[in-house]
């Protein structure tokens, strides 16, 4: 069965770091991109990032750029992003999911398989 | 960076037939997907590439696209259709995904 299960939700203080982990199975793991999208309270989804977790190619939404990072760890098939000075607005379900093909497409292929969410908060 | 215009919000009577547009610069130029995420839910694929219906999805769903403009219609909505839809594409030129701000559908 494929599946991502993420790690459990994060309270956080503003300015802090947060890191949330997403393991990957029944399938692969090289074979197929993980992007991550997240989703404030109430509001629409908004991509972030992507990885290739055979060459650890990576590309980041620019509004995030030098505040988001994403690594993977091929021996555990966990793929991580972490969050750094955390804003109020950051307060946000965070996802992986995995994209729909194989190779360079999956850069641009559908997002088929989502991990359940973390919940992350951030709160003075 | 690109950016997707869907319109908020769209209300049709059981029956009728729901048409929800995506507008981008250039967007017959990407591939389209199309997403439905019900309350408390995590989303699914609807429509893949622009018109692909991955399997599962009723045939009431379909996709289409001109010029700047995609749609995604569907026929004799039902009240299990209630959900918000997405579209997203994959930006080239920033090298980003991009979503849609999303279309919450009322089945009156």
């Known amino acids: 069965q494929v599946r991502l299960e993420q790690s459990g939700a994060e309270v956080a203080k503003p300015g802090a770091l947060v890191r949330v982990s997403c393991k990957a199975s029944?399938?692969?793991?090289?074979?197929?991109?993980i992007h991550w999208v997240r989703q404030a309270p109430g509001q629409g989804l908004e991509w972030m990032a992507v990885?290739?977790?055979?060459?650890?190619?990576?590309s980041y939404a620019e509004r995030l750029q030098g505040r988001f990072s994403v690594t993977r760890d091929t021996a555990t098939t966990t793929v991580f992003m972490e969050l750094s000075t955390l804003k109020y607005d950051d307060t946000a379900v965070y996802y992986c999911?995995?994209?729909?093909?194989?190779?360079?497409?999956?850069?641009?292929?559908?997002?088929?398989?989502w991990g359940q969410g973390t919940k992350v908060t951030v709160s003075s | 960076s690109y950016d997707l215009t869907q319109p908020p919000s769209l209300s049709v009577a059981p029956g009728e037939t729901a048409r929800i547009t995506c507008g981008g610069k250039s967007l017959g130029l990407k591939s389209v997907h199309w997403y439905q995420q019900k309350s408390g839910q995590t989303p699914i694929v609807v429509i893949s590439y622009d018109r692909g219906r991955p399997s599962g999805i009723p045939q009431r769903f379909s996709g289409s696209g001109f010029g700047g403009t995609a749609t995604l219609t569907i026929d004799r909505v039902e009240a299990g259709d209630e959900a918000v839809y997405y579209c997203?594409?994959?930006?080239?030129?920033?090298?980003?995904?991009?979503f849609g701000g999303g279309t919450k559908l009322t089945v009156l």
């Open positions: 029944g399938y692969p793991f090289l074979d197929y991109y």
């Open positions: 999911v995995r994209a729909a093909t194989t190779g360079a497409g999956g850069r641009s292929a559908p997002l088929d398989i």
């Open positions: 990885l290739n977790p055979r060459g650890d190619r990576k």
């Open positions: 997203q594409v994959w930006d080239e030129s920033s090298d980003e995904g991009v």
